[in-house]
């Protein structure tokens, strides 16, 4: 059972926004502005798109945004498009003694 | 652009020790505030974190994973390393490397992942 709860699949059609949550405690989500998300296509290594809650990595598409509140992380994804179908992981520092947790994935499926 | 290539044998007999090597290029692995972590995916499964090191040696393991890893770093070789004893089918998984940035769960570069398969 991972640390991190996320929706096992979300989906949405072409130009439509999806938001996926990632609830954790105030151990982890609540308690720092340290959760990132990464997309992985299938056979692929992760690619991280948002780190400290709401930030972008240079490159990634502005359609990817991050927010937070409470215990609860989400992802939008807006002007849904065919190439965003992918797995998405949420990621947080924790002060349990495991420090770094990840949810266990969002399937998204683009209609 | 920073690189991480994972290597090591892709089958592992039950039982035995689990070896992979990380080699980063187009950059310095002796580098502040980060650390260089593992993370492995079983098949079909979900993400965990293993265990990062910094370049002066500190490292952190998943206490779930704690008693059977150790991960070391190579500052000549630019290379990090990743040892898991007493392995079982459960351990079979693909194996990623990838930078973290100050323990705070973000992994920025990553190596393509390796699929380790433990089996007699």
């Known amino acids: 059972q991972s640390a991190l709860t996320q929706p096992a699949s979300v989906s949405g059609s072409p130009g439509q926004s999806i938001t996926i949550s990632c609830t954790g405690t105030?151990?982890?989500?609540?308690?720092?502005?340290?959760v990132s998300w990464y997309q992985q296509h299938p056979g692929k290594a992760p690619k991280l798109i948002i780190f400290?809650?709401?930030n972008r990595p240079s490159g990634v598409s502005n359609r990817f945004s991050g927010s937070k509140s409470g215990n609860t992380a989400s992802l939008t994804i807006s002007g849904l498009q065919a190439e965003d179908e992918s797995d998405y992981y949420c990621s947080s520092y924790t002060t349990s003694s495991t420090l770094e947790v990840f949810g266990g994935g969002t399937k998204l499926t683009v209609l | 652009q920073l690189q991480l290539q994972e290597s090591g044998p892709g089958l592992v007999k039950p039982s035995e020790t689990l070896s992979l090597t990380c080699t980063v290029s187009g950059g310095s692995i002796y580098r502040s505030p980060y650390y260089w972590g593992w993370i492995r995916q079983p098949p079909g499964k979900g993400l965990e974190w293993i265990g990062s090191?910094?370049?002066?040696?500190?490292?952190y393991y998943n206490p779930s994973l704690k008693s059977r890893v150790t991960i070391s770093v190579d500052t000549s070789k630019n290379q990090f390393s990743l040892k898991l004893s007493s392995v079982t089918a459960a351990d079979t998984a693909v194996y990623y490397c990838?930078?973290?940035?100050?323990?705070?769960?973000?992994?920025?570069?990553w190596g393509q992942g390796t699929l380790v398969t433990v089996s007699s």
């Open positions: 105030s151990s982890d989500v609540g308690g720092y502005d340290y």
């Open positions: 090191i910094s370049y002066s040696r500190s490292t």
């Open positions: 990838a930078r973290d940035t100050d323990l705070e769960a973000t992994f920025d570069y």
């Open positions: 400290d809650v709401s």
